[in-house]
C-alpha cells in the first residue's frame, strides 16, 4: 500500500500560519485530486480543500480566504498554506490522493497535528 506523508503541522498562535506538504509517487499524482483534510475527536473527517489536476480549486467556506491549496506538479507535492490561523483549525490534518475509479483506491498519509493556541 503506498503511504503519503505530512509533514509542516505544529504549535501556532492565533493569527499565525503554518505550511503542510504532502507528497505521493509520481504516477498517482499526476492522475489524483490531491485533497486536505482535518479530523477532531468525536467527528467526521471533513474535507478542507482539494485540487484536481487540471486545475480545479475547491474550499470548505470555513477556510475560504484564509488557506490555499497549490501542487507542485514538478515535485509531485501538494501544499496548504494556512494563514490567519484560528483555534478551531486545531486538528489532525490529512493528505488524499483520491483517483479516478477506474484506477483502484484511494490513499492517504497517517495525518500531521495542527495546534492553534495562545
Known amino acids: 500500500q503506498v503511504q503519503l506523508e505530512e509533514s509542516g503541522g505544529g504549535l501556532v498562535q492565533p493569527g499565525g500560519s503554518l505550511k503542510l506538504s504532502c507528497a505521493a509517487p509520481?504516477?498517482?499524482?499526476?492522475?489524483?485530486?490531491m485533497g486536505w483534510y482535518r479530523q477532531t475527536p468525536g467527528n467526521q473527517r471533513e474535507l478542507v480543500a482539494e485540487a484536481g489536476a487540471g486545475g480545479t480549486l475547491r474550499y470548505t467556506g470555513a477556510v475560504k480566504g484564509r488557506f490555499t491549496i497549490s501542487r507542485d506538479n514538478t515535485k509531485n507535492t501538494v501544499h496548504l498554506q494556512m494563514n490567519n490561523l484560528k483555534p478551531e483549525d486545531t486538528a489532525v490534518y490529512y493528505c488524499?490522493?483520491?483517483?479516478?475509479?477506474?484506477?483502484?483506491?484511494?490513499?492517504w498519509g497517517k495525518g500531521t497535528q495542527v495546534t492553534v493556541s495562545s
Open positions: 509520481g504516477d498517482i499524482f499526476s492522475r489524483s485530486i
Open positions: 488524499k490522493a483520491q483517483q479516478p475509479l477506474t484506477w483502484g483506491g484511494d490513499y
